[in-house]
C-alpha cells in the first residue's frame, strides 16, 4: 500500500479548463500539505491543513482552492490553468503540525498546461 | 523571505568516491533534514538533526548540523549508481510549521 499517494500522476490539459488533483494518506497522520515544484526543481509550499483545518496558505492565486474532507484527503482544485501553473505539484503528510520528522511525500503529479 | 542555499549546484563523480554538499542560509534554525528525489519519484527523507553539532548517519550518507544553525552539510561515501538524484535540504525555524527547502544538489555517478 502506498503511503500517500495522489491522482492521476500526470495531466495535460488546455488554458482556461478547471482540473483537480486528488491525494490520500494512509498513515494515520493529521497534517497535510501541498507543494509545488517548478521547472528549476525548487519546492514551495502552498498549502497545509491539520485535521480539515486550514492552516498554512501561502501567496497563492485563488484560482488554486484546497479542500479536505476528511484528515486522510487533501485535493487540490485549480481553476482557469493558466501556462505558468505547468510544475509538478506533491501531496505530502505529516504525524501533526509541528513536522519535527519532516514529511513523507507522494510521488507527484505532472501538470503541464497548453 | 528565507532561502536556503545549497552547493554545490550538480556534480558528477565517479563511482567509489566520496561527495560533500552543503546547505547555507542567514536564518537560525532548530531542524535539518536531508532528503533524495529520483526522476519522477517524490522526496524521500534520509536524515533528520536536531541539535547543533550533531552528527547522524543513515548507511553511507553522514550529515550535521552546522555549529552556527545557519548550515548543515552531507557528505555520502563510496558512491554507487543508484546515488543518483537530487539532494535537498529543509529547514525549520522556530514558531513556524513548514520547512524552507534548498535549491538542490544534482547528484550524477558515472560507473
Known amino acids: 500500500d502506498t503511503a500517500v499517494s495522489q491522482t492521476p500522476k500526470y495531466l495535460v490539459t488546455q488554458m482556461g479548463n478547471d482540473k483537480s488533483i486528488k491525494c490520500e494518506q494512509n498513515?494515520?497522520?493529521?497534517?497535510m500539505y501541498w507543494y509545488k515544484q517548478d521547472s528549476k526543481k525548487f519546492l514551495k509550499i502552498m498549502f497545509s491543513y491539520n485535521n480539515k483545518e486550514l492552516i498554512i496558505n501561502e501567496t497563492v492565486p485563488n484560482r488554486f482552492s484546497p479542500k479536505s474532507p476528511d484528515k486522510a484527503h487533501l485535493n487540490l482544485h485549480i481553476n482557469s490553468l493558466e501556462l505558468g501553473d505547468s510544475a509538478v505539484y506533491f501531496c505530502a503528510s505529516s504525524p501533526d503540525t509541528l513536522p519535527a520528522h519532516g514529511y513523507t511525500f507522494g510521488s507527484g503529479t505532472r501538470l503541464t498546461v497548453v | 523571505g528565507q532561502q536556503l542555499n545549497q552547493s554545490p549546484q550538480s556534480m558528477f563523480i565517479q563511482e567509489g568516491e566520496d561527495v560533500s554538499m552543503n546547505c547555507t542560509s542567514s536564518?537560525?534554525?532548530?531542524?535539518w533534514l536531508w532528503y533524495k528525489q529520483e526522476p519522477g519519484e517524490g522526496p524521500v527523507l534520509l536524515i533528520a538533526l536536531y541539535k547543533a553539532g550533531e552528527l547522524t548517519s543513515n548507511g553511507r550518507l553522514t550529515a550535521q548540523f552546522g555549529i552556527t544553525r545557519k548550515d548543515s552539510f552531507l557528505n555520502i561515501s563510496a558512491s554507487i549508481p543508484s546515488d543518483v538524484g537530487i539532494y535537498f535540504c529543509?529547514?525549520?525555524?522556530?514558531?513556524?510549521?513548514?520547512?524552507?527547502f534548498g535549491t538542490g544538489t544534482r547528484l550524477k555517478v558515472l560507473a
Open positions: 498513515l494515520g497522520h493529521d497534517t
Open positions: 536564518s537560525i534554525f532548530n531542524t
Open positions: 529543509a529547514g525549520l525555524t522556530s514558531g513556524t510549521y513548514k520547512y524552507i
